[in-house]
């Protein structure tokens, strides 16, 4: 579990090296039955900032863990890019879109994590 951590944070880096906002990491380890153990969550000002976060993490954790993602969908419309690192999933929002799914209450016995924005 420690090297998921480690990628946790890692794409926690590679969302704040492009300013990306309202950084919520849930942590689904403990409940049965999820998909994965962690999903990151965090939000873009335009369509352009979520592409730019997702490259980004993307990078960030090749450069860093040697992984890439199993899949990444979204890109293209940059309303809601997904990417797949297995055990962790990113999701990147615009605002409008991240506040109509509310991923952060749909997990409502995750722990979360709130990370502080990057001024």
Known sequence: MNETKK????ITKGIQEKKGHGIVIADLSKIDG???HYFVI??????????AI???VGDYVRE???EKPVNCVGLGNNQWVAIDFVDVLVH???PETRAYYDLEH????????????LD
């Open 106 to 117: 749909l997990w409502e016995d995750a722990t979360l994590t709130q990370i502080e924005d």
């Open 64 to 66: 860093h863990h040697g």
């Open 42 to 51: 965090c939000h873009g000002n335009s369509p352009q900032q979520v592409e």
């Open 34 to 36: 999820t998909i994965c």
């Open 54 to 56: 997702a490259e980004s």
């Open 92 to 94: 990147i929002f615009i």
């Open 7 to 10: 990628l946790v944070n890692s």
